[in-house]
């Protein structure tokens, strides 16, 4: 970073500490995940320089010779990656991508249904703070108290009873596999469409450790980061011509001008080596490590939702260990092990200050980390969170132990990128 550190030599700094705290810490956030150095490479390139609003071969640009093909090879390479007719690689990220199918397929006030946000759906599938709750009629699914899991006979009932024009399936705390085809029938039966939000699930889905919801859903709306290890940016996909017709229209110029090239490239290469056989161990190793810590933590006493995993995600109600999950996740942070506070199904507690953690293993599985180390940060995490229950000294000097064991730690599996 010669140039950076020249002309601005306190940005280069910071960037330089933030790759230094990533390369020092355990990200456990279910949401975070390392790229590769070819994407980091296409990231930051003069693709920045160029405007190119439209399609492939339907520019309002012109220059696009180049920029025709880089978009041609990442939609191509979605297609064969996930096995659908069409892809969108132009949403700036997953709520612009999921309001696009909104503007698809809806008109203001209709009525949609998705996972409420306190079950672990997303702001965006009709919540009320965003726009998607204010400018249409939402209803909402949650999970069965005593189990944790979505109940497909309850959403099938609020379906029937509510007839939304457009029903989403996934979200951004479901530790379980999530059943496409129970959705795809309830949707079916109501004359609704389906959206699947695979955000978090996407790379498992590339690379075989999770069920795909292609040939269940009509309309797949992914980010590219997350488990696919890709740039910050999202995709839209389909089957039917007549959906990815809406969508593209959607997406541009419904919501979007000119999208963002140089993330374009990198989601193509992203793509590439999602394709590969690597990956594909990758998704299956992130799946084991999960459980594993899962199993680990349970062994010490949390309290798991739904009581286990089956993908990537940990989400974790601290309530029997007497702390909430902000002070938890912040004192965790301190150690070394980065989780996000998180609310759990009939959280008691408010929004920001919520009983729960969420955790996920797409980052340590990215370093190299197996079995044994989920072992390891199960055992940190129950050290950290025992002594921050009982005294505040005792804490103290157990987050600054753990602390260094987690630099002894990271330092044998570097980082991909860093």
């Known amino acids: 970073m010669s140039s950076l550190s020249s002309v601005d030599p306190q940005i280069a700094e910071l960037i330089k500490a933030e790759e230094r705290r990533q390369a020092d810490t355990v990200k456990l956030i279910a949401s975070e995940n390392y790229v590769s150095k070819a994407v980091l490479e296409a990231t930051g ?26 978009e041609t090879l990442a939609i191509e390479r979605a297609k064969s990656l996930f ?14 991508a999921n309001l696009a199918i909104y503007l698809a397929f809806l008109q203001p006030g209709d009525t949609v249904m998705g996972m409420g946000l306190p079950f672990g759906g997303h702001l965006t599938h009709g919540w009320s703070v965003s726009a998607t709750g204010k400018w249409f009629n939402p209803v909402r699914y949650g999970v069965r108290r005593d189990t944790g899991r979505v109940d497909m006979d309850e959403v099938r009932e609020i379906a029937l009873r509510e007839r939304p024009k457009l029903i989403f399936c996934g979200g951004t705390a479901i530790p ?16 609704a469409v389906l959206a699947a939000d695979i955000a978090h699930i996407a790379g498992l889905v590339a690379g075989g450790a999770h069920p795909s919801p292609v040939g269940h859903a009509d309309v ?41 090239n140089h993330t374009t490239a990198a989601i193509a290469v992203a793509l590439k080596e999602a394709a590969t056989d690597e990956f594909k161990d990758y998704a299956h190793q992130v799946v084991v490590n999960s459980q594993a810590l899962a199993e680990e933590l349970l062994g010490r006493g949390f309290d798991l939702v739904s009581g286990g995993t089956d993908n990537h995600l940990i989400l974790l109600d601290l309530t029997p260990k007497g702390i909430g999950g902000k ?10 092990l980065e989780t996000n ?17 969420r955790i996920g293993t797409a980052g340590v599985t990215s370093r190299g980390m197996g079995v044994a180390e989920m072992r390891q940060i199960g055992a940190w995490m129950d050290q950290v969170v025992s002594a921050l229950a009982k005294d505040q000294d005792e804490a103290e000097r157990v987050i600054t132990r753990v602390q260094g064991e987690v630099r002894e730690l990271t330092s044998r599996f570097p980082a991909p990128g860093l």
């Open 220 to 260: 797949i709306s992914t980010t590219t980061h997350k488990t696919l290890r890709g740039p910050r940016g999202a995709m839209l996909m389909a089957t039917a011509d007549e959906h990815a017709t809406a969508l593209n229209k959607a997406v541009f110029p419904g919501l979007q001008g000119g999208p963002h």
């Open 327 to 336: 002070p938890a996740a912040q004192a965790m942070d301190r150690a070394g």
């Open 83 to 96: 096995g659908v007719n069409h892809a969108n690689v132009q949403p700036y990220s997953g709520s612009p």
């Open 176 to 191: 379980r596999t999530i059943d496409f085809p129970a959705f795809a029938e309830i949707a079916r039966e109501v004359g």
């Open 341 to 357: 506070y998180n609310t759990v199904p009939f959280d008691p507690r408010k929004p920001f200050d919520p009983s729960g953690i």
């Open 45 to 70: 390139t003069v693709l920045t320089n160029k405007y190119s609003e439209g399609y492939p071969g339907k520019r309002y640009y012109e220059g696009q010779q180049v920029i025709d093909q880089i």
